[in-house]
Nanobody
């Protein structure tokens, strides 16, 4: 069983930065795909960024491309989401997720079998 623990959320003003962390309890083929999703109140969950750890290939949602960066620390089995130039519309609960491989699209929830509890990000104008 894979456990994911997120941290790093908080409140910032528009234009600020935050770095989210997601520590996975183990690294196996079940965690080759690591992604960040977010969900704001009244909205559907959406994919933000994802990384395929063996190939190091990364994929970003258009809304965050150029502002967010996903990375992985293999030694500490941690995936990060560096968020810069934050906007109020980035406010949401952010979730870390893990899976084995991409299923159709990078942000298909079916590809992710394990989810963290979430960390709140609030961006004020």
């Amino acid at each position: 069983q894979v456990q994911l623990v997120e941290s790093g959320g908080g409140s910032v003003q528009t234009g600020g930065s935050l770095r989210l962390s997601c520590v996975a309890s183990i690294y196996t083929s079940s965690t080759y795909l690591m992604g960040w999703f977010r969900q704001a109140p009244g909205k559907e969950r959406e994919g933000v960024a994802s990384i395929h750890t063996p190939s190091r290939f990364k994929f970003y949602a258009d809304s965050v491309n150029g502002r967010f960066t996903i990375s992985r620390d293999a030694v500490n089995n941690t995936v990060y989401l560096q968020m810069n130039s934050l906007k109020p519309e980035d406010s949401a609960m952010y979730y870390c997720a893990a899976g084995s491989q991409v299923v159709g699209t990078w942000f298909n929830p079916r590809a992710y079998n394990y989810w963290g509890q979430g960390t709140q990000v609030t961006v004020s104008s």
